[in-house]
Every structure is written in C-alpha cells, then in structure tokens.
Antibody, heavy 125, light 106 residues
Framework: EVQLVESGGGLVQPGGSLRLSCAAS????????IHWVRQAPGKGLEWVSR????????SYGDSVKGRFTISRDDAKNTLYLQMNSLRAEDTAVYYC??????????????????WGQGTLVTVSS | IQLTQSPSSLSASVGDRVTITCRAS??????LAWYQQKAGKAPKLLIH???TLHSGVPSRFSGSGSGTDFTLTISSLQPEDFATYYC?????????FGGGTKVEIK
C-alpha cells in the first residue's frame, strides 16, 4: 500500500524556521517526482515545490522561492521541506504528494495520485 | 499561468448533470488535471491529461477541452460527489491550481 506520512508541523514565530518530513512507503520512492502542496485554512490549493527522481532538479512557487528548500534522502525514502524566514501567510496544511508519470507528446502530463494526510504549520507570535 | 474556475459554487440534486469549467490564461494544450477534495481530507486525482480518467474513478466523471478551455462533467451526481473540485495545470512551472468549485446539496 502506497503511503506518504508528513511530520514536523507546528507553531513557529514569524521569521522562524521549520523542517517538514514526508516518509514514503509502498512504492519505489527513487523513481518518482515528489511535490509539496499547501492549503491555507479555508482556502484553495497552492503548489509549493517539486523535486525530480534523482534530486537534481527542483522548482519553487514564487511565494516561497529563496526561503524554502526541498530535498530527498532516497536511502530513507524521505522527502524534506526546509522552511526559513516564515511569514504569517505561510500558515497552512502542507501535503506531500507523488506525481504519477503519465506522458503526453513526450512530456509529463500526470497529476498527483497519492497524497499524505497533511501537517499543519502555524506561523504566529 | 492563471486558472479561473466557474462557478465558484453550485447547488445541485442527486442525479443532476453538473458541469464545471476551467479557463487558462494561456494555452496549455492538454496538460490539465482535475481533483476532488472533501472537507478535512487530501485531494483525490480524478482526471489527468485533460480527459483521461484516473484508475478507479467512476465513469460518471469526464473531462474535456484543450488549449485554454476545459470542462469537468459529472453525468449523474451521487451523494458522495458533494465536495470541492480543483483544476491544475501541469504545462509549466510554477504549477497552478484553479480557485475551486464547491458542489453543495440543493
């Protein structure tokens, strides 16, 4: 059974740091691109970051670029999100999610087929 | 790339045909996915590549469109379909989601 389990959320003061983890099981972690998506309370989904299967390519949303860093440890089947200089607007449930490798015209076209349960990050003084 | 979903909410009855639209601010070919999210739960993938049903998703769900205009249709609304639906473009980074459409019981 495919599982993604996030941890590391909590209450942090503005300007502080937090590292989220996502433990993966039930699939060959090393072959998948993994993403972070967040959802502020009562709001819609916002894509945050992604890392490719070998960790050589990362991308970030404009609102977190320069402050967040995504990484992976394939030996531990774990994804990380290092979050620095946190702001009130970073308050959200953070989900890790697996990109399904479908292709269309030789380009990746799949969505996200498995999601964790989410971990809540609250930035407040 | 901005995605605009309409309507933002709708009320419908069991058995109704429901249509949700998603418009992209620029052409994205067929690089669009649809998700269903219930309160307090993670989203579930319904459709990828604009019109391909994800494994295990009931056939009452269908997607269509290409370029800038896309549609998610539920042919006969079931009680378990009351939820919020999101489109997502996977054409280019940063990936983006639409604002969501909440489907409520009439």
């Amino acid at each position: 059974e495919v599982q993604l389990v996030e941890s590391g959320g909590g209450l942090v003061q503005p300007g502080g740091s937090l590292r989220l983890s996502c433990a993966a099981s039930g699939f060959t972690f090393i072959t998948y691109w993994i993403h972070w998506v967040r959802q502020a309370p009562g709001k819609g989904l916002e894509w945050v970051s992604r890392i490719n299967s070998d960790g050589s390519i990362t991308s970030y949303g404009d609102s977190v670029k320069g402050r967040f860093t995504i990484s992976r440890d394939d030996a531990k089947n774990t994804l990380y999100l290092q979050m620095n200089s946190l702001r009130a607007e970073d308050t959200a449930v953070y989900y890790c999610t697996r990109e399904v490798p479908y292709y269309y015209n030789n380009r990746r076209s799949g969505g996200f087929d498995y999601w964790g349960q989410g971990t809540l990050v609250t930035v407040s003084s | 790339i901005q995605l605009t979903q309409s309507p933002s909410s709708l009320s419908a009855s069991v058995g109704d045909r429901v249509t949700i639209t998603c418009r992209a601010s620029q052409g994205i070919s067929s690089y669009l996915a649809w998700y269903q999210q219930k309160a307090g739960k993670a989203p579930k993938l319904l459709i990828h590549t604009a019109s391909t049903l994800h494994s295990g998703v009931p056939s009452r769900f269908s997607g269509s469109g290409s370029g800038t205009d896309f549609t998610l249709t539920i042919s006969s609304l079931q009680p378990e379909d009351f939820a919020t639906y999101y489109c997502q473009q996977v054409n280019s980074y940063p990936l983006t989601f639409g604002g969501g459409t909440k489907v409520e019981i009439k």
